[in-house]
């Protein structure tokens, strides 16, 4: 039982690899395949953590693997709609490319100040999956997305920088920070109180 939660990030992986080899190789009816499987892995990143904290075996290690497999799966589903729909990328590269320096600009700040990747776990990042992953399964199904993707972006930038600013608050690398408030209240050396469900 004290597995599933590792199992549930192993699959996601396996998920991630697997649509992307779907997309590579062009496998015919693409969407009706790997929306399914996508849907699953998301599936996956919502209940590995809900199950972790059920059973006790919420480790910082399993939430730090958790973090790092989860920005490697959803890199895996935007290079197979990248392979599948070149043209909606072209479109919005701009956008893209700033959403792209947004992520990466959380992980720089992370390791320069305490050598650690990002594992904050914002209840707003988690609300931005969401809407991301509704993105990308319209881009899936239709090869355009247009309002959506729009939401998904700017959205997307206010996650990203509520997470800079939680980052620049903690005095040291801490997991599982809901908000900015929350952070201010650990920087004043308060407790916390995290929801079960989503933040252990």
Same mark, same amino acid.
């Given at each position: 039982?004290?597995?599933?939660?590792?199992?549930?990030?192993? !699959?996601?992986? =396996?998920?991630?690899?697997?649509?992307? #080899?779907?997309?590579?190789?062009?496998?015919?009816?693409?969407? $009706?395949?790997? =929306?399914? #499987?996508? /849907?699953?892995?998301?599936?996956? $990143? =919502?209940?590995?953590?809900?199950?972790?904290?059920?059973?006790?075996?919420?480790? =910082?290690?399993?939430?730090? #693997?958790?973090?790092?497999? $989860?920005?490697?799966?959803?890199?895996?589903?935007?290079?197979?709609?990248?392979?599948?729909?070149? %043209?909606?990328?072209?479109?919005?590269?701009?956008?893209?490319? %700033?959403? /792209?320096?947004?992520?990466? #600009?959380?992980?720089?700040?992370?390791?320069?100040?305490?050598?650690?990747?990002? /594992?904050?776990? /914002?209840?707003?990042? @988690?609300?931005?999956?969401?809407?991301?992953?509704?993105?990308?399964?319209?881009?899936?199904?239709?090869?355009?997305?247009?309002?959506?993707?729009?939401?998904?972006?700017?959205?997307?930038?206010?996650? &990203?920088?509520?997470?800079? !600013?939680? %980052?620049?608050? %903690? &005095?040291?690398?801490?997991?599982?920070?809901?908000?900015?408030?929350?952070?201010?209240?650990? &920087?004043?050396? @308060?407790?916390?109180?995290?929801?079960?469900?989503?933040?252990?």
């Amino acid at each position: 039982m004290k597995r599933i939660p590792v199992a549930l990030i192993v !699959l996601r992986l =396996i998920i991630g690899v697997i649509i992307l #080899l779907m997309s590579a190789l062009h496998v015919r009816h693409f969407p $009706d395949i790997a =929306i399914p #499987l996508f /849907a699953i892995g998301l599936l996956s $990143d =919502i209940f590995d953590g809900i199950i972790a904290r059920r059973l006790n075996v919420s480790t =910082i290690f399993l939430r730090r #693997l958790d973090s790092t497999v $989860d920005q490697v799966f959803w890199c895996l589903i935007i290079a197979s709609c990248f392979i599948q729909y070149p %043209l909606f990328f072209h479109k919005y590269i701009l956008q893209l490319c %700033l959403l /792209a320096g947004a992520e990466a #600009l959380i992980y720089a700040i992370s390791y320069v100040r305490f050598g650690k990747e990002v /594992a904050t776990h /914002a209840i707003s990042s @988690k609300l931005w999956t969401l809407i991301l992953f509704a993105t990308l399964v319209q881009l899936m199904a239709t090869g355009e997305s247009g309002i959506l993707f729009q939401l998904c972006f700017y959205i997307g930038i206010l996650t &990203r920088l509520e997470i800079v !600013l939680i %980052l620049f608050i %903690l &005095r040291e690398w801490t997991n599982d920070v809901p908000s900015v408030v929350h952070a201010l209240r650990l &920087r004043q050396g @308060k407790e916390i109180r995290r929801n079960k469900l989503f933040n252990g």
